[in-house]
């Protein structure tokens, strides 16, 4: 079936649908309504601008989940310490998303289709990606059955290309049937965006070098991190405590994630990790940095290329006027790496020497 008659004969089996359950539908929305008013008060929905068919934005419609509280500077807390126990419960079950039947009704969407993105992401896909805005998008998808949220993005978004190329009203049911068995066991669902990772125009902003690229760290890599700290040829050249497990860093990582002022990489190359870093704002315009290799990968030029990325992602990201970090004076090879990339040495003892770059 070509996508135009396809949109429009789905577009009658929407509003079919959506008459048929309205009984159930409303009676829902009426109770979720109120309690989200009773705990969180006014107002009870919020918009986000999404883009829908033929890349035309609208407002999608969700229950309103979190608070409003805000920081000492102004701006808004992180979402696991605004989202509320009402919120979370609706999260999970999905009914948060119920008054998006409002923007199907309007005709902004469909009961099936890729899920609507935020506008700003619209210069970050491909060529073929973009085809996901031939269809209405829908309160789920082909990606929302096969990983939800936890599917990173390259594989969402060529689910969502699939699911153009191969749309009929058959693989909508197959889709609404999956739907309903995953809310039912309460799988795959994320209650905050976070678990799902980072927004598409962040994943697609961290520089590359050819073959290596940069990503931030996940809770997948802790295990890895864990076992190259143990490994004595690491070790030879960072200093960490001896009691470090993947339960500490675990904790390590759930602490760091809320840090705004830090974030921590993962370099891959041809689908292998490579090397781990970090930077951490210490004062307005400078930061502290960290990075150490593969324990097989020392010696092959991994640690200046990985610096260089990482280096470059400061300033882009903070502004980073300055770079500074420790170096022991026996880790040679690294002192002659951070030299080529413009590091001096500020202060130095008997161990180490503090190294500073000022980035131009």
């Not at 998303?97 to 289709?113: D, F, H, I, K, T």
């Not at 004595?232 to 200093?239: D, F, K, L, S, Y």
Request: hydrophobic share 40%.
């Amino acid at each position: 079936m070509k996508l135009a008659a396809y949109n429009r004969s789905k577009r009658v089996v929407d509003l079919v649908a959506i008459v048929v359950t309205a009984p159930i539908t409303i009676l829902i929305g009426v109770v979720t309504s109120l309690l989200v008013r009773l705990r969180l008060g006014s107002p009870v929905l919020f918009t986000q601008r999404r883009v829908g068919l033929n890349d035309r934005d609208f407002d999608v419609l969700k229950f309103r989940t979190m608070t409003d509280e805000r920081d000492e500077r102004g701006d808004l807390l992180p979402d696991s310490d605004r989202l509320t126990k009402v919120g979370r419960v609706l999260r999970s079950t999905s009914l948060d998303e119920v008054p998006q039947l409002l923007n199907v009704a309007r005709g902004e969407m469909s009961l099936v289709g890729p899920r609507p993105l935020f506008v700003r992401y619209l210069p970050h896909y491909t060529a073929e990606e973009r085809e996901r805005h031939r269809v209405r998008p829908g309160i789920t998808g082909l990606a929302q059955v096969s990983g939800r949220n936890g599917v990173e993005w390259d594989q969402r978004l060529q689910y969502d290309v699939q699911y153009v190329r191969s749309a009929s009203l058959l693989v909508d049911l197959k889709i609404l049937a999956g739907t309903v068995w995953q809310v039912l066991r309460r799988q795959d669902i994320s209650v905050l965006a976070s678990d799902s990772g980072e927004p598409l125009d962040v994943v697609r902003s961290y520089p590359t070098d050819g073959s290596l690229s940069l990503r931030r760290l996940r809770a997948q890599d802790l295990a890895t991190r864990v076992e190259w700290i143990a490994d004595p040829r690491v070790r030879e050249h960072m200093q960490w405590p001896d009691d470090i497990s993947l339960e500490s860093t675990q904790e390590w990582f759930a602490r760091v994630r809320r840090d705004r002022d830090r974030i921590d990489y993962v370099a891959e190359s041809g689908g292998q990790i490579v090397g781990m870093a970090g930077l951490r704002m210490t004062d307005p315009g400078t930061a502290e940095f960290y990075i150490f290799v593969h324990p097989e990968r020392h010696g092959q030029g991994w640690g200046k290329r990985i610096s260089a990325l990482v280096l470059t992602h400061g300033q882009e990201v903070w502004g980073a006027e300055a770079v500074t970090l420790t170096v022991g004076h026996a880790n040679v090879a690294a002192y002659r790496i951070y030299l080529s990339l413009g590091f001096e040495v500020t202060v130095e003892d008997e161990d180490r020497l503090w190294m500073r770059c000022a980035r131009s």
